[in-house]
């Protein structure tokens, strides 16, 4: 199966809230992600997956709007314009990769969720009740409100990723993107927070971008897989992009198949 001739699964009664056509990223002589044509609709739940430096975290940025396409277009929710300013970007909510939290940075909970209204409001207005009602409903959303207080750095990694998510959630987004949120949490936080976005995407309708390593935690949570290595090899129905003549040509002798799982044998706590 030639990545040319990748069939997507379309949902028909939706609009595509995201709509890559024969779009390339990166910079001249150094593509990043080539040739993608992709569509994604308003309210599926999409896992990203793909090698390290497959082009997962391109496509993030391009979503955002920090990485204009060299080619092709990329249209985000109905507006055709290349200029990803303000109003757009407010309607994506992001959680970037992990990064450590200074224990002794003085950042409070509800402080860090607050800055999440900040790109929704323009810098030059100052956050009030509204916005504060908003960080306290996000921060219910994630349960984390009766910790508004606590200093960031004194939270646990899972608890930290939840109060992230609910910085994202403050915007009120159309689209959420999670860049590997389950990276270097233990495996019961790394469960209860992909349960936690698999919850808020039924709760909120979000349209969810799942970046992950891990197929085996997402596949029977997801709508679609989007599998990348530079190019678009699969996008469909977790079963569909999950076969092993398709595996094979992006993780080559990277992966083994077992009955119930895929284990590729890569080192996951790589650092860009």
Do not use: W
């Amino acid at each position: 199966m030639s990545p040319e001739r990748v069939r997507e699964s379309v949902p028909t009664d939706r609009s595509p809230i995201i709509r890559f056509d024969h779009a390339s990223f990166g910079f001249p002589g150094l593509i990043a992600l080539n040739d993608i044509t992709l569509s994604i609709y308003d309210g599926e739940f999409i896992g990203v997956i793909g090698p390290n430096g497959s082009g997962k975290t391109t496509l993030c940025r391009a979503v955002l709007g920090l990485l204009p396409p060299v080619e092709g277009h990329l249209h985000i929710f109905d507006c055709a314009c290349s200029e990803l300013r303000c109003h757009h970007r407010a309607q994506i909510g992001y959680l970037p990769q992990k990064g450590v939290v200074d224990r002794n940075f003085p950042v409070t909970v509800l402080e860090t969720v607050m800055m999440g209204r900040y790109g929704a409001l323009g810098l030059l207005k100052r956050p009030g009740k509204k916005d504060r009602h908003i960080a306290m409903e996000a921060l219910a959303q994630v349960s984390m409100e009766p910790h508004k207080d606590t200093a960031l750095g004194h939270l646990s990694g899972g608890q930290q990723q939840r109060v992230f998510i609910a910085r994202a959630l403050a915007q009120q987004p159309k689209v959420l993107i999670l860049d590997e949120p389950t990276t270097g949490l233990d495996i019961t936080m790394q469960h209860n927070v992909i349960e936690l976005v698999q919850h808020l995407h039924d709760e909120l309708k979000l349209t969810v971008l799942l970046i992950t390593h891990d197929i085996n935690m997402i596949r029977s949570r997801v709508d679609r897989l989007v599998l990348l290595k530079t190019k678009l090899y699969a996008a469909g129905p977790p079963n569909e992009v999950l076969k092993p003549e398709i595996l094979h040509q992006v993780y080559g002798k990277e992966l083994v198949i077992t009955e119930k799982d895929l284990v590729i044998v890569e080192d996951y706590h790589h650092h860009h």
